[in-house]
């Protein structure tokens, strides 16, 4: 009860950022980056199964009204599926929560697995037409692949390309037979405590982006060589550490330009700029137009 009563308290309304892959399947990205529990909605009915991973925090499904709540972790994962009813994706997201969703249709993913379908226990004879749910742990890989879906930063044409590759290589993964066979092309990302490592030095530098420390620094702090920094840094946000957080400051002030109480110079102070025509040049640079321009677009 006292759970329900602290939800209804401080809740917001939020929505999916949805990536069309192909017919029958499609990727749900959230990032909850307010202080307060977001409500995500998606319908979905019973011909799809649903793939939930939660890559940091935490968050709730509720199912018939909150009558039944089922919670994902961090680094877990949630695979659901009922083809005797629809199971509309009702979610309370906490603060700082971020999850990946592959929703993808019985019938395309029997075509997947047509060669081997007694390996994926759902798709027996004996089990296809019930419902079927199972929870496990995201490997080290996996969460590679996460993170590159959350830290997308290349241009938007190639992103329903880029996603439907990593859709199919986190596919892959969960059902990967051998969990030893993890990321070959960066051997120590296998271990956790790297992949550990280096999701702590993307929250130092997100937490100090107005004054980053320098990559020595950094890897000093999170007890890396300053070359695995580097090498697993780009594997697994698909960006050198800087490049991403140039991304991740003009994306804080673009927000903050959008919210309307802070002007130019306020908004380049945050986000580490001292002097007004830097920051100018750095939003231009990421977004081909001034702050200035921006505010005025974006309030038209």
Not at 150 to 175: D, H, Q, R, T, V
Request: aromatic fraction near 12%; hydrophobic fraction near 35%; include cysteine.
């Amino acid at each position: 009860m006292k759970i329900e009563n602290s939800i209804s308290k401080s809740v917001a309304q939020g929505s999916f950022e949805e990536t069309y892959l192909e017919e029958g399947f499609f990727i749900l990205s959230y990032k909850n980056d307010s202080n307060a529990i977001e409500i995500a909605e998606r319908q979905i009915d019973s011909s799809y199964i649903q793939f939930h991973f939660c890559a940091k925090g935490q968050a709730t499904f509720v199912f018939n009204q909150g009558s039944y709540r089922l919670p994902i972790l961090e680094d877990t994962s949630l695979l659901l599926y009922n083809p005797q009813r629809d199971l509309p994706i009702h979610l309370e997201v906490q603060p700082g929560c971020m999850l990946i969703s592959l929703v993808i249709s019985l019938e395309k993913f029997h075509r997947l697995f047509s060669q081997d379908a007694s390996y994926v226990t759902f798709l027996s004879e004996d089990n296809r037409d019930k419902k079927y749910y199972k929870d496990g742990s995201i490997t080290p890989s996996m969460a590679v692949v996460l993170n590159q879906l959350l830290s997308f930063n290349l241009n938007n044409s190639i992103k329903p390309l880029y996603f439907k590759g990593k859709a199919y290589e986190l596919l892959s993964l969960f059902f990967n037979r051998s969990e030893d066979a993890n990321v070959e092309q960066c051997p120590f990302l296998v271990d956790e405590t790297n992949v550990a490592k280096l999701k702590q030095a993307k929250d130092i530098i997100i937490a100090q982006m107005a004054e980053p420390p320098t990559l020595q620094e950094l890897a000093d702090q999170i007890d890396l060589s300053l070359k695995k920094l580097k090498e697993g840094f780009k594997q697994i946000y698909g960006d050198t550490v800087y490049g991403f957080l140039f991304d991740y400051k003009m994306e804080v002030a673009r927000k903050l330009l959008e919210s309307g109480n802070y002007n130019v110079n306020e908004v380049g102070l945050k986000v580490g700029y001292s002097t007004a025509s830097h920051f100018i040049a750095a939003f231009k640079k990421k977004y081909g137009t001034t702050p200035k321009k921006y505010i005025t677009e974006a309030n038209g």
